[in-house]
């Protein structure tokens, strides 16, 4: 009985390992650089991502690349801040290349305060978890595991393809490798259009694909200081002149105003895609409300509707502006002398932060408050265009691989390092292929997950999708 048993495991692991190899004999060597990089530290306080870009270079130069496509760089003000740009020539001079980007940074994990440890790479019940495991190492992995094989198969792209990995993205005020990049060495990621992180596909909590997005512009976020000064005085004397009364006046018209609604090729393709499963859940109000706003942004109804049932729709059509901090008076018995908030805004794509402040201001129209633009960090352009040449292999490959799920495109409210190529003219699409669960794998929080078959799906999937780029005509 137990001898049975045990040749009856055996012989199941044998299968399964069987089958994994006979699907994909890659895989292994995919793991092994996958392990490498999730396990090298890239945290900003103990890290680096030199190391990693270095580890990553070594794999690409034993697959064959030669040290002259390899290009490792490092501000020297931040020797562990480094990066790493591969190229894989193309065979077609008239062709532009195609930039595919990650960051190998990642944010900060407390051995304590993991179940695990994050910087060990550990499967379990089908899923691997450290920090890292999706953001942005999945990615990242998956681009360098792409070029190791084409170099291997001696394939030679019709466009040149180009990786970049950078370090710096999770960090606000580090140094960031791709801003970097797009400042001082251009001429080395220069390309006709970027692949990047910030979409994917979607899994419902029952695990079951719901979509496969693809991020085609994002909004850009900015602080402004709202402030008040006052000569004050006693508060047994108060005066109509009171800064936290002007400062509440302020807020409440910021409460009020409502920036105009703008649309890009993102949103619309989402709007119209979302429509038809809206219309299926039942929700014909909705959707009918979602081609409206497509066909006409100054349908008001129509855009109260749309934005009433969802914030993150509301967030999609327009710039936002919320007030997130106060800072007022000095002591309980005494009229202020000062009165701050912080508004935060989500920029939409192609408005600058001057236009907004400006907005801010003519909304509040209280010359006692000041408006000011804090410190920039994003920068600001306008949507990538969403072509079919983009589009088309997306939705047959999805269709290919996941039967049914439908593809859409969306105008991301966070941001990603696309923001400084979109700005610096190249165009960057967010396209994973890697299905999240609504928790998005934990990313930046504790034991962070990832499915092991959403890895290797999207594996699949990027592979093919960048061949099928390459050589685009
Ligand atoms: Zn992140």
């Known amino acids: 009985m137990k001898s049975r048993f045990v040749l009856g495991a055996v012989t199941a692991m044998l299968a399964c390992v069987q089958s994994a190899y006979a699907a ?62 591969a190229v894989l020539p193309g065979r077609d ?160 018209k910021v409460q009020g105003y409502e920036f105009p609604i703008q649309l890009t090729d993102g949103s619309k393709g989402y709007l119209n895609a979302m429509a038809k499963i809206q219309l299926e859940a039942g929700h014909k109000e909705i959707a009918d409300a979602m081609k409206a706003v497509v066909q006409n942004p100054g349908d008001a109804k129509a855009v109260a509707t749309v934005s009433n049932a969802d914030a993150s729709w509301a967030a999609m059509l327009h710039t936002t502006c919320v007030a997130t901090m106060l800072d007022a008076g000095h002591a309980t018995n005494a009229l202020p002398q000062r009165a701050r908030a912080n508004v935060n805004c989500r920029i939409f794509p192609g408005v600058t932060q001057e236009t907004v402040r400006q907005a801010l201001v003519s ?13 920039i960090r994003g920068e600001n352009s306008a949507p990538p265009p969403l072509t079919r040449a983009i589009m088309e292999p997306v939705e047959k490959l999805t269709a290919k691989m996941w039967p049914g799920v439908p593809v859409m495109p969306i105008l991301q409210s966070g941001a990603t390092d696309g923001q400084f190529l979109n700005a610096a003219g190249i165009p960057t699409y967010g396209i994973s292929g890697i299905f999240l669960t609504p928790d998005l794998g934990n990313i930046h929080g504790l034991n962070e997950y990832i499915g092991v078959q959403s890895l290797m799906e999207g594996r699949v999937f990027l592979h093919e999708l960048v061949k099928t780029y390459a050589e685009q005509i």
Request: charged content about 25%; overall charge negative.
């Open 24 to 85: 994909d004999p890659t895989e292994q060597q995919f793991r092994a650089l996958y392990k490498e990089l999730v396990e090298t530290n890239t945290t900003l306080s103990s890290g680096s991502c030199t190391l990693a870009a270095e580890r990553i270079a070594a794999r690409l130069k034993t697959a064959g690349f030669p040290e002259s496509d390899l290009h490792l760089f490092a501000d020297p003000a931040h020797p562990k801040e480094g990066g790493l740009v």
């Open 93 to 252: 001079p008239k062709a532009k290349a195609i930039l595919l980007l990650a960051h190998i940074d990642v944010v900060e994990a407390k051995r304590e305060d993991w179940t695990r440890d994050p910087f060990t790479l550990i499967e379990e019940d089908g899923k691997f978890y450290a920090r890292g495991v999706v953001d942005d190492k999945a990615q990242a992995a998956i681009w360098a595991d792409s070029l190791i094989r084409f170099k291997q198969e001696g394939y030679k792209p019709r466009h040149t393809l180009k990786m970049a990995l950078t370090c710096g993205e999770e960090t606000a005020g580090a140094f960031n490798g791709a801003e970097w990049l797009t400042k001082n060495r251009r001429e080395l990621i220069d390309a006709g259009y970027a692949l990047n992180e910030g979409a994917g596909g979607e899994l419902n909590a029952a695990g079951k694909r719901i979509t496969m997005t693809v991020q085609a512009g994002e909004k850009v976020a900015q602080n402004y200081r709202l402030e008040v000064v006052n000569r004050g005085g006693h508060s047994s004397r108060p005066m109509k002149d009171n800064a936290i009364y002007h400062l509440a006046g302020a807020l409440s």
């Open 363 to 375: 909304a509040i129209n209280d010359p006692a408050v000041k408006v000011e633009t804090l410190e």
